[in-house]
């Protein structure tokens, strides 16, 4: 994975120097909340309902042992012994003092991470499909451009203050792990019909009050062409984003309101001027960062075999594994979903284990998923099972990845300021409903989003069901979603009926997957069958 | 009119009334004019070798679109002063010198130390923008 060089490793140091100087004088009394606030967003720091949150960033989603272990003291240091896994791939602390912060950053600096643009109206951290480097359907690995992207992108002194904020997501196989075109950008790597590599660019796309699924605007960007183009893009977002409603502000709304061809053609129009400057990095600067890339020491010769006769074990091999481009290797995905948990949620001692297994299994490397578990992309079979009891008595061997107790939250009411209702208690009382192995072994593949609010922190117009928290007359009330997916057959989930209560909500899932399972043929998974069958079964069965 | 309390250029400052976009365009004597934040820095290319100064307004300087309109001035050629006015903040100074800026009149004045650290905080860039003259560092990854 990418290590930093000295400039690097300046850059991040210099920002602890100027986060620090700005706490400084917030303290001081010489800047107001008003002026610090979009100063310390920038830096991740959020003040939420009872205390202040850091969001930390994992670029693209990859982290080494060192790295993990250190977010595993932070926890312990500086929050109340846990860390929370967010949908962008980052962590974020919920119980941080102000003047703690610029020590937590200069920890962060010793081990090159950060929190540079984790929040605010500027270009966030990138993120990355999750088995990037390991997966057997990729076309390359997506990692270096995004590395190329989170150094432009870093502290570009044009496009600091978007009217908005600004997602970017890379991914390079068929198969969307990353919901791509639910990005402000997403970028999808291909090769042409000459067999090089470039970029096919995606824009306008996004989830909040207005989902939207980004159109295609260019089939093809050549790789000494990358920084050119996003900085084109970005250019026309900046001078012709709205900035008068910040319901309206995303690029989605530009591309919309503007056409997605008349949004190409301006795009077009400055890159043609933008290629006339010097802007872009060679292809050798590229070349340097694939390097960091290039796959660890894979022995050869390794057998495919898996010993499965401990039940236990099996079914969690069944259901949170996934096949390596490696023979003899395989990815594993830790479940941050424990029956009854708090969805992302680990605590200061599950992450450090967690670091010391990809240490130890797994070329010292970790993933974070936009579904808010862990991976180890690159575990040896024969070193499976050890992994898999280790993780076990820690209370992280839960086998329901991509099932109904595999639920995307967002922090809701319990956390956050903008939320109408609560997140977490619906997402632990549907994990606790549908506790058994075998219940959700039947259910199968069935993705679970929820959001306390428009806002869709939680991604419920991309879950094959949605839950959105709202408020009715000032009590919490929860609306159901169909049919949303993420993957490369994106769609948005639709609203079913009238909302329900908290339980109510939990015995109407419960009633949509007896439909689903009275209805389903085949191999077809919950989603499958709603769009052949509909949405009128479900809510007869639901209303009726 | 507010005082420029920043200035890193040697000539003499230009103390013209800075007209609006629309006025200037009709006045073919002005010498000094002012953009604001949705007007089109495009608009002002064909007049730029009569421009002696360019004003960019930051009502708020979280509207970012001024630093696009700078930096556009720049990539054109134009060589004469770029004064951001109004909202300015210290923590954006560096940013704001590297999308063409070398003015600066806020509209309440800045803690000199405070600014002074700030212009000189980042002795490196990612990007190259070209406008500001310095080397990003891929270019000290690979010199020619
Ligand atoms: S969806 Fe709403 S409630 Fe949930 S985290 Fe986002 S803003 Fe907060």
Not at chain 1, 447 to 471: E, M, Q, R, T
Request: charge should be negative; include cysteine.
């Amino acid at each position: 994975m990418y290590k930093y060089d000295e400039y690097d490793q300046q850059m991040v140091d210099t920002r602890v120097a100027e986060f620090r100087d700005q706490v400084r004088r917030r303290v001081a009394g010489d800047l107001t909340e008003d002026q610090f606030k979009p100063l310390r967003l920038q830096n991740g720091l959020y003040l939420q309902l009872h205390a202040y949150m850091l969001r930390v960033a994992v670029p693209y989603g990859t982290l080494n042992g060192t790295q993990m272990h250190l977010l595993g003291d932070i926890a312990d240091k500086y929050d109340r012994g846990y860390g929370h896994f967010t949908t962008r791939q980052n962590i974020q602390y919920n119980w941080i003092k102000l003047e703690e912060t610029p020590d937590i950053l200069a920890e962060l600096a010793k081990v090159e991470m950060h929190a540079i643009q984790t929040s605010g109206n500027c270009i966030r951290n990138i993120s990355s499909d999750q088995f990037a480097g390991a997966a057997a359907d990729e076309i390359v690995d997506p990692r270096p451009y995004a590395e190329l992207l989170r150094q432009w992108s870093s502290f570009h002194p044009e496009f600091l203050v978007l009217p908005r904020k600004f997602k970017i997501a890379v991914i390079a196989s068929e198969k969307d792990r990353a919901a791509m075109r639910l990005h402000d950008i997403g970028i999808k790597m291909v090769k042409n019909d000459a067999g090089e590599i470039g970029a096919q660019f995606y824009a306008g796309g996004g989830m909040g009050r207005t989902p939207m699924i980004a159109p295609l605007i260019r089939e093809f960007v050549p790789l000494d062409q990358l920084i050119t183009y996003s900085e084109a893009c970005l250019r026309v977002y900046n001078r012709y984003g709205r900035r008068d409603n910040k319901y309206k502000a995303r690029i989605k709304i530009l591309v919309h309101e503007l056409g997605r061809d008349e949004y190409v053609r301006q795009v077009e129009e400055e890159f043609a001027h933008l290629q006339t400057l010097a802007i872009e990095p060679p292809l050798a600067e590229l070349e340097r960062i694939k390097a960091h890339f290039v796959d660890p020491a894979f022995e050869t010769g390794l057998s495919d075999d898996l010993d499965l006769t401990d039940p236990d074990f099996r079914l969690w091999v069944e259901r949170n594994t996934t096949a390596h481009k490696q023979p003899g290797y395989i990815i594993a995905t830790v479940s941050l979903k424990p029956v009854g948990g708090i969805p992302g949620d680990a605590s200061a001692d599950q992450i450090r284990l967690m670091a010391k297994l990809g240490t130890q299994y797994s070329f010292d490397e970790l993933r974070v998923t936009h579904a808010q578990n862990i991976v180890f992309p690159h575990v040896k079979k024969a070193d499976l099972y050890t992994v898999w009891k280790a993780l076990d008595e820690a209370g992280l061997g839960t086998a329901n990845l991509d099932t109904v107790g595999d639920i995307i939250a967002c922090p809701g009411l319990d956390y956050c300021s903008l939320a109408n209702a609560r997140s977490i208690p619906v997402a632990q009382k549907i994990s606790e409903r549908f506790g058994s192995a075998q219940k959700q072994a039947e259910i199968g593949e069935l993705k679970l989003k929820i959001s306390g609010c428009i806002n869709a922190c939680g991604h419920h117009h991309a879950g094959h069901i949605g839950i959105l928290g709202v408020d009715k007359k000032g009590l919490e009330n929860y609306q159901l979603l169909f049919g949303g997916s993420e993957g490369a057959d994106t769609s948005l989930a639709k609203i079913i009926g009238p909302g329900f209560t908290e339980d109510g909500v939990v015995d109407a899932i419960e009633k949509a997957t007896e439909v689903y399972l009275a209805n389903k043929q085949g191999e077809e998974r919950f989603l499958d069958t709603y769009r052949r069958i509909g949405m009128d079964p479900f809510k007869e069965a639901i209303y009726g | 009119m507010v005082d420029v309390q920043f200035r890193f250029r040697d000539d003499e400052a230009v103390n013209d009334p800075a007209v609006t976009v629309d006025a200037f365009s009709e006045q073919s004597n002005a010498t000094a004019v002012r953009i604001e934040p949705g007007e089109d820095a495009r608009a002002l290319l064909p007049y730029l070798d009569r421009l002696a100064l360019v004003e960019v307004n930051f009502p708020a300087w979280t509207d970012g679109r001024g630093y696009s309109a700078a930096r556009i001035l720049r990539e054109a050629g134009y060589t004469g002063e770029v004064r951001g006015v109004g909202d300015l903040v210290i923590d954006m100074l560096h940013h704001m010198r590297r999308c063409g800026f070398d003015a600066f009149a806020p509209d309440k004045a800045l803690n000199p130390t405070d600014a002074k650290n700030a212009f000189e905080r980042w002795d490196n860039v990612y990007q190259a923008t070209v406008v500001d003259g310095r080397q990003a560092i891929w270019a000290k990854r690979h010199p020619a």
